[in-house]
């Protein structure tokens, strides 16, 4: 059990402020027009902040991020489809695993976690097909925190005539979207990453040409993102029960975030990532990026001394835990590297802490035969190590 509150340093969901917070002590009716404002303001400010204007729509879904990438993939896409997905870290690679399991077609084009995608590649390969329809990519891919280069995926997209889906989650409300200069289809965000709320709504920005019955083949119910908005347009309201608190807690967040500004906050997030390298590299743990697309928004960081693995990163994670510290609790087999978010109402303070405590594991595991997970290992023998 961990006492009193956790300090969460998670790419989402993450420490939020006390007036969003706050915000959720008030029982509203789903169907009153007290709701239906909160709804009206949310979508509304979503819309701005991406600077999308009256040809795009705000459509809110309840459920994690996740939900809407599938709502989005099984109502936009026709039977003839075909989705080249970009691959750069685990969420290109979990919106193809939506696609295989609704047997909707598309290619997978994949890239190390420590590269952007490639706008020549994936020009290439829409040279190449011409059967694809749709091009998905990750804004910021929250694998490692690596940004790709919307402007020009969103340029390439439009100029074959390819329909654009962003996955923005990790970044919208810390990196600046314009849908008026880098025009796109569709853009999903859910309000518990950089817009700073709790989890449990997500949303799509979508094109208003798209929300028609002969463009939208939706295949499920609740997952079907134009009846959803149909509700929204007609009375205002959602179709079955939304999370009432936690609306009222996602407008709180774009309020502040519109007091704050996306640049404001990405200069705060980044002033975080910057004191959390500084303070981290001098122990021996290197962000696996080169800085020119290391995001503001978390942190991939690798030592292969003292965290080379996921039995040592157990212990280094129980370690900040005991020190009421929360990191990403998973380790990245692959890249040998964890996360370190740098988003939500992160104090500079919690940082400097997470760096001491992070100096006594190491200065524990030097010591000759050091470290629980050392001796464990010892004791597991050569066979059980995973
Ligand atoms: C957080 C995140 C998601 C959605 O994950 P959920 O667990 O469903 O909230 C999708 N894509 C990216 C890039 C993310 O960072």
Redesign the pocket.
């Known amino acids: 059990m961990i006492s009193r509150h956790p300090r969460l340093l998670t790419?989402?969901p993450l420490a939020l402020a006390p007036e969003v917070k706050a915000s959720m002590q008030n029982d509203l009716g789903s169907r009153d027009i007290s709701f239906r404002q909160v709804t009206r303001d949310t979508r509304q400010w979503i819309q701005e902040l991406a600077h999308a204007g009256p040809d795009y729509s705000t459509i809110p879904m309840q459920g994690?991020?996740?939900?809407v990438?599938e709502a989005a993939l099984t109502t936009f896409l026709k039977d003839s489809d075909k989705v080249l997905v970009c691959a750069n870290g685990v969420?290109g690679e979990?919106a193809a695993k939506i696609l295989r399991r609704h047997r909707l077609g598309h290619v997978v084009l994949t890239r190390p976690i420590t590269e952007p995608v490639s706008v020549e590649e994936v020009a290439a390969r829409l040279a190449a097909d011409p059967q694809i329809t749709h091009l998905y990519f990750?804004h910021?891919?929250?694998t490692s925190g690596i940004l790709n280069p919307l402007p020009d995926l969103l340029a390439l997209a439009r100029s074959r005539g390819v329909t654009s889906i962003v996955?923005s989650?990790?970044a919208f409300g810390a990196i600046e979207i314009d849908a008026a200069r880098h025009p796109f289809d569709i853009l999903i965000s859910?309000g518990?990453?950089c817009v700073e709320a709790p989890?449990g709504i997500a949303f799509a920005i979508v094109r208003r040409a798209m929300l028609t019955p002969e463009l939208t083949v939706a295949r499920t119910y609740t997952l079907d993102l134009y009846d959803q908005w149909r509700g929204f347009e007609e009375n205002g309201e959602w179709r079955s029960t939304p999370p009432t608190h936690v609306a009222q807690a996602l407008r709180a967040g774009l309020m502040a975030l519109r007091q704050e500004t996306v640049a404001g906050r990405h200069a705060r997030y980044a002033a975080i990532r910057d004191r959390l390298i500084a303070g981290l590299r001098p122990l021996g743990f290197s962000p696996i990026l080169r800085p020119e697309v290391q995001t503001p928004i978390c942190v991939a960081f690798r030592n292969d001394t003292v965290v080379p693995d996921a039995l040592a990163f157990a212990d280094y994670y129980q370690h900040l835990r005991n020190a009421r510290l929360l990191i990403y609790a998973r380790f990245h087999e692959a890249s040998r590297s964890f996360r370190i978010g740098c988003i939500g109402q992160i104090e500079p303070g919690w940082v400097d802490e997470l760096v001491e405590a992070t100096r006594a594991f190491v200065s524990a595991r030097r010591q000759p035969g050091g470290g629980a997970g050392l001796a464990r290992r010892a004791a597991a023998g050569p066979e059980q190590r995973p």
Do not use: A, Q
Request: aromatic share 10%; net charge negative.
């Open positions: 790419p989402g994690s991020g996740t939900f990438i969420y979990t990750v910021c891919e929250t996955d989650m990790s859910s518990n990453k989890p």
